[in-house]
């Protein structure tokens, strides 16, 4: 199969084009559904890189009624003492549940996991 593109009117098609593309959403529920927010350092504060990461995904969320609900998984590497750990990774998730909660995402939506 062999598709030509004629150059009349092709601007104007082509600029519809480019602002139907800048309105789509840069991921999808699959890449939303698997997404993974780093906590550089061992740390708990998100970092740029994972607010805007999460900014992301809010505007999926809002943008799709269909997705109610949302399961937030804490973890930590298995270095150092379980119970330090585990502590880790519940307050990873909580910062990113409140997070979320801060940028309009209902809580009763929201399950966090550790």
């Known amino acids: ?6 150059p009349v009117k092709f601007n104007r098609a082509y600029g519809d084009y480019q602002a139907c593309a800048a309105k789509l959403l840069p991921m ?3 890449q939303v559904r698997q ?14 890189d994972a607010r ?5 995904i809010i505007d999926f969320l809002k943008a799709d009624p269909t997705v109610n609900h949302i399961e937030l998984d804490g973890h930590s590497d298995n270095s150092g003492n379980r119970l330090t ?13 409140d997070y979320l ?3 309009g995402i209902p809580e009763e939506q929201i399950t966090v996991r550790f």
Do not use: C, T
């Open 1 to 6: 199969m062999e598709v030509r593109v004629l």
């Open 28 to 30: 999808n529920y699959d």
């Open 35 to 48: 997404a993974r927010v780093g906590f550089p350092g061992g740390g708990i504060d998100l970092d740029a």
């Open 52 to 56: 805007a990461r999460l900014d992301v």
């Open 85 to 97: 750990n585990r502590d880790l990774s519940r307050r990873r998730a909580l910062a990113v549940q």
């Open 101 to 103: 909660k801060a940028h």
